[in-house]
Structures are given as structure tokens and as C-alpha cells.
């Protein structure tokens, strides 16, 4: 496919999956709004429609929790009920808590990496760019800062009573690489309850169950779920409660650099001197936090399990995490480059492309077709080209760009690819990757 044909299937992508107002993740695994994803979403709708983009961010900020929260799901009411595990009626219990949006709104208890700053940020400098709709875009960012300086303001307090600059986590889910080896061993420490009977439907989207999580794993994710309802998706409850309780450092480095976002949208809206040092001392101490997670002998830095206290030793994209934040020392930079860059990433000669996998096949838990355990997934391979060109590694950006395009151009704007042949794998026409592709494009 040629540059203009993968614009073009991009567009039909997001136009396939608009739901009036509002994207789909994809259109039949994931028929609802999801949090991370809409803002990748936002990105790439920029360029065909900055108002569009707005609303993207609007719709989602419009289910936004009363402590700050931005729930990780927005459930379409549409969709068919047997469509997605679990659904609104599965989260019902714990949207009554005195946290959940008031209104008919149907969202999950979690929450997913901060990256709606950055699309909002993005936003304007697109309409700037193409000097058009600057003044309706500098409106939604007055609208949506306060919204999103809430968010951030949850993160750095619900989430981080330690004061640690670290996101912590309830699930896997809520840091978007649900399955990963980042969480084994603290996933293997969960005593599983008793658990409702339940039936999976994402295998039904799927043409290989290897491609999705395993039964145990599912068993996990659902009763980590029913803690969470239980304690009412009570923060301090679950600090005290959950099994599983983490320091995410992708999302927290992902926090860095939207409290950048929005310490630009501050400027721009003139925002309160208070507002912006607060902000500051975030990014402050997120990224010291980030500093204290590195782990010298694996030249990355590491997840941490609060509750087993020891750092979650796996080798995984999250481990670029101060690439992504943009911290650390040159020396550290240039470490965190040659890990990237050897056979452990995307130095290793079996590749299809160099292109980052999700989890290095040199750990042990690295599986070629299994969701976060190895493919390589275009959205981060977006993320670790827009970090790069952020830190003015020009050229390692483009190469990374280039084969991320050479992989897009197979047409299936997978949600995921196995990393040695290039398959696309988990649901086609998923629109965070056709978000990126056009981003790229443009
Ligand atoms: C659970 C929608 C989401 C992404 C996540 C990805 C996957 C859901 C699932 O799909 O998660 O949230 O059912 O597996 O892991 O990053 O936001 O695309």
C-alpha cells in the first residue's frame, strides 16, 4: 500500500468505528469507549477534524468520576449485551459509589495511563499548524483543562498516597498491557475468591484463544474486578485491600509528560500560579520516582509490588519508561538506547521489522502471539517514536516510523502484529492504530 492508501483506510477505519460522537476501540471486540484509546484516537483524528478530535476528549471527560477519576471504559448503551466482558450491568454495583458520575452514565471502577493532556495539547498545535479552528480549540481547552488538571490531581493523590511520583494500579487493566509479564508474579500472589460463573466473550473475536489471555489469567483479572466492586471502588479501601496493588512506571512516566501537556494548556487558558506549581512539583516528582525504579541489571527500569515489596523484574516496553518521561541522565539515555536497539529488543535478527516487541524474547515470559507477552503493538511503537523524537533522536524516530508504516501497510491496522512474521493478530480495524498511522501521515 502506498502512503495515500493507508490514509484512506486509516479514515475508513475511524469512520467505520465513529459512533456519532464518540470511537470505538474496535468494531466488534471492543464496541465500547475506552480511555487511552480515545486519546491515542484524538491524535490521529486531529488531522482530519480538530472539532471531532474535541469531542472525542469531550465525550469521554463528560463521564469523568467526581474525585477526578477518567474511568477506563464509557460503555456504549447501544451495544448488544452479549458484546463485551464484563459489560455495564458486570460494573453496575460499583458505579453507585458515592465517586461514580452522577447521571446515566455506565463506565467501569478502573482507570488507564493519562495520555488525554497530550491529545488535548495536541489538538491546538494541529489547528495552529494548519491555522484553522484555533479559537474553537483554545475553547475545548478551557473547558478541559480543569477536567484533566482534576484527573492528574486524582493520580498524584489516590493513587499515590506514598507521595512516591509512582501511579499506582488495582488490575493489570488499568495500565493498558493487561497480560503482560510486567505483572506475573504479582498476578501468581492473588488468591483467587469465589468468582460469579462467567462467560469470555473476547475469544469469540478472536481466531486463536492463544492470542488472548489464558483461563487462570481471566479467573484473576475477574476477581481483582470483584474486590474492586466490593470496596465500592473506594481508593483508601483498596490501598488497604486489593491483592494487587502496583507502581506502574509506563503510566507514570506517561503522567510526566501529560503534566507537561498541562502545564502548556495553564499558559494558554491562564490558569492560577498555584495550578502551575503544582503541576511542576508532579513532574518533579515523577520523574525522581521513576529514577528510584531503575534496575542497573537489566538496564531498565522496573514495575514494583507494593504489597510482596520488591521490584517486578521483567523486561518489557514499559521498561523505556524514562525514555517516555524524558528522564534520567545522558548516560542513562544512551543505556536505555542500546537495550533498546540490542538483540533483547529490536536489535534481534528474527524480527520481521525492527520494531519494538511488547515483552523481550529474551524473558521468560515472552510469548510471539500472545497479547501483551510479545507482539509488537502499533500504538506503542507510536509512543516510543513520538519519546524519541521529543529527546531529538531524529533518526532513530524515523527508522522506527518507517517500519511501523512498512508493517501498517498490510491493510489490517491490526491491534497487534507477532513480532518474527509480521501477522496481524487480536481485532483488525482497530482504531487507535489507524489513529497513529494517520498522525504519521499527516
Ligand atoms: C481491557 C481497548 C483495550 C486497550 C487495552 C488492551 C485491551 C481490554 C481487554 O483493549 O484491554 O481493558 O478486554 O483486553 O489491553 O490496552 O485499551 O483497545
Redesign the pocket.
Known sequence: MEPEDIIARAVAVLRENDMGGWTR??PTL?PHQ?S??SAFIAIGLAHLDTGRAAGELTALLANQWRNGKIP?IVFNPKAPPESYFPGPEHWASATDSPDAPSGPSLTSGLC?PPVHAIAARHILEVAEARNEGIDTARVFLEEAYPKLFAWHRYLATFRDPEDSGLVTIYHP?ES???NSPRWTSALERVEVGEIPDYERL?LDHVPDPAERPTGEEYDRFIWLVEVIKDARCDDAVLQRTSPFLAKDVLASAILVKANEALLDMAEVVGAPEEDRTKISAWIERGREGLEERWDPELGLCLDYDLRADEPLKASTIAGFAPLIAGTGDAECREGLLGVLESPAFTGNPDLYKPLPPSTSPDDVGFSPRSYWRGPVWPVMNWLLWWSLKGLGERKRAERLKDCALAQLSDGHFGEYYEPFTGEALGSDDQSWTAAVALDWLA
Do not use: L, P
Open positions: 476501540a474496535s471492543y475506552w487511552w484509546d477506563h488507564q487493566w493498558g498491557t493487561d473476547d
